[in-house]
């Protein structure tokens, strides 16, 4: 597994396709499976990342915006991919936090400390079935249930 942050619209941080590239090669030299969680605010950045590992990462998952994309594929390397995996969280609320609070955030530009609100849930993931031997992914199946 590799966490990566992605640069767009975010903190200036270093090149994470550079470091993808030298990671996923330290990985494969003790498993075929690799796994890439890229932690982004951009979509184009993800799906560019995720060409870019094409072949050498057996998935690229995005997360960061909370709102699971229906843009799940395998790429014609191997590389199973999805832009957002989505939240596992409060189904009545803003990306897992109190609506008033988010609202009142947004209106007023204060901070202050977040709740997470009781209530129905849900969670998303995917199934992914990587073949073990080659680290290729066979398929990506988006998984959202509701309470």
């Not at 009545?92 to 609100?117: C, M, N, W």
């Not at 992914?137 to 959202?144: D, F, M, Y």
Request: hydrophobic share 40%.
């Amino acid at each position: 597994m590799l966490n990566l942050e992605g640069r767009v619209f975010m903190s200036n941080l270093d090149d994470p396709f550079r470091i993808a590239e030298r990671e996923i090669e330290k990985l494969k030299k003790s498993t075929s499976v690799v796994i890439v969680d890229f932690h982004a605010e951009a979509t184009s950045e993800k799906i560019a990342l995720a060409w870019y590992v094409d072949g050498k990462a057996s998935a690229v998952i995005g997360t960061h915006t909370h709102v699971q994309t229906a843009d799940e594929r395998v790429l014609p390397g191997g590389t199973a991919f999805i832009t957002d995996v989505g939240m596992t969280g409060p189904t009545d609320s803003v990306i897992g936090v109190k609506k008033e609070q988010a609202i009142t955030r947004f209106l007023y530009q204060t901070t202050h400390r977040f709740e997470i609100p009781r209530g129905p849930v849900h969670l998303c993931a995917v199934l992914i079935d990587i073949e073990e031997k080659t680290g290729k992914a066979n398929s990506i199946e988006r998984i959202h249930i509701k309470s």
